[in-house]
């Protein structure tokens, strides 16, 4: 029976509406989302125009979303949602941390091959990564896909530069470990950013008088056969925003060493720079899949 | 600082970045809103792929709204997070009890003068509506604003057959109370009928195996200088869902007494009827203004 709800009765009598779900999942996390939501709003003495103002809200969200701007991520990410669901799900083992998948990873980004220059005509300093992936025994895992993405040397992905790259991919590729689990691609160095703020998000970022930046970083998704996937980022240790993350994601166990090299000195791949250039080596571990 | 944040710390982590905030009550919805949505997560140990349905759920939710189709207020309305709001903020008083807005009320909406009939031409058992406004001591409220839409007698609004109607507005219309505070239209009888289901908040309702039914109900919306907005629906007593409203908002204090009349009879504005019809009478009372 559900007429005449008072504040007190309105949200046993919506959790009472799941009573019948046949998924025992799905009651589980409505009448806990039911209960949370409404305390919430009991809390604060939500009035009507913040009701209407956080469904403005959220519709404003929808309808900046796109398959390259996912701005119901970047609200998640900016409320920490993210990060503690990548905690809950990945504790700590013997594997590479895991962090966030942040609101720029695309589908359509190009397969290529190892030691590829992945920057798609993006000027910048030139960056060499090479990658080793092993199982928390040290051996390695071959055939792994590396998803790989990041901004360019002010900031952006490419996805924010459409125009200018014809909406060519461009700081993003797929690989796939060798038979020693090795990966490698050429990039440019990337460059810590503000997280976008001329979004609905952005308006939370400046109401709260917060910081949009997020520490430089290099992103990473793995994927491979019995294993579990792991999500994570590299960052580098004199970043002024590595403690101070926007969006929670930092951790230390994944700051890596950015290495400088001159004019002149051999890059990983035996060409000799006539620029000064960056290389990055880092070994990464996978969590045997669990199911 | 904001690094190697945990499942405990990361709270207050996000939390902290409200401090800054110059907008006190913004500080306050956000660290409870933080909070709660958190202690949800935790609860429910929320898994990644639970996260990214979700995160994909609210982008459809967003990518079907339009000013015609208010899917977050029906996510709103569905989880019952309408009608709490309205209840925190309008205690029974003396006033008219309000309820829901519901997601078919629509800005484009034509001004019509008192005895119009506001059907559209949308075919149905003619209706004739009288109402007066009043304050709390019975006193008659002139020049106030009054919305009202309704479905009609298959439980569509007009913009559920926009194709049919040409996108012209039917069953809706904004008038004003005359010195007397009265005021009165034609239109045609609604009908119950079920919430939007081909939408994303249709698959919680079939998820959940929930009735999508809303007892049939006139929606009234009242702008007066010097009074509270009142949002408000009439339904009535017979109806096979008033108990079991989808969404929460029926209240016996709101059902009218939609009265049959037969053909021959005199309708309220003096025509001799050459078909049954119905009539409603009802008083409404405002709230004078908080502020």
């Not at 949200?11 to 305390?39: P, Y």
């Not at 809200?57 to 970047?74: I, K, M, W």
């Not at 950013?193 to 952005?202: A, K, L, N, R």
């Amino acid at each position: 029976m559900s007429i005449d709800l008072t504040e007190e009765t309105i949200t046993g009598a919506v959790q009472q509406t799941f009573d019948e779900s046949k998924d025992d999942r799905l009651r589980e996390i409505f009448v806990s989302l039911v209960q949370h939501l409404h305390d919430f709003a009991r809390e604060v003495r939500l009035t009507g125009d913040e009701w209407f103002t956080a469904v403005n809200f959220l519709e404003r969200v929808g309808h900046v979303s796109s398959p390259t701007r996912q701005e119901f991520v970047l609200l998640s990410d900016i409320l920490g949602l993210s990060v503690l669901v990548d905690q809950i799900n990945h504790g700590n083992g013997s594997a590479t941390d895991s962090t966030l998948l942040g609101p720029f990873y695309v589908e359509g980004r190009p397969r290529v091959e190892n030691g590829a220059d992945i920057s798609g005509g993006v000027a910048g300093m030139p960056l060499f990564f090479g990658g080793t992936v092993v199982d928390p025994e040290g051996r390695p895992v071959a055939g792994a896909d590396v998803d790989t993405w990041h901004s360019d040397g002010d900031g952006f992905y490419d996805v924010q530069q459409a125009d200018k790259l014809d909406g060519e991919p461009a700081m993003r590729g797929l690989l796939a470990t060798d038979d020693n689990g090795r990966f490698s691609f050429r990039s440019i160095v990337p460059r810590y950013y503000p997280v976008p703020t001329d979004g609905p998000c952005g308006e939370i970022i400046r109401a709260a008088g917060r910081s949009p930046m997020r520490p430089e970083h290099i992103h990473f998704w793995f994927h491979a056969q019995g294993y579990e996937p792991l999500v994570t980022m590299l960052f580098r240790g004199d970043d002024p925003y590595l403690e101070r993350d926007a969006v929670f994601g930092a951790k230390r166990s994944l700051v890596a060493d950015f290495v400088q090299h001159e004019a002149g000195e051999d890059a990983p791949d035996g060409t000799v720079m006539a620029e000064p250039f960056q290389t990055v080596e880092w070994i990464f571990v996978l969590e045997p899949g669990r199911r």
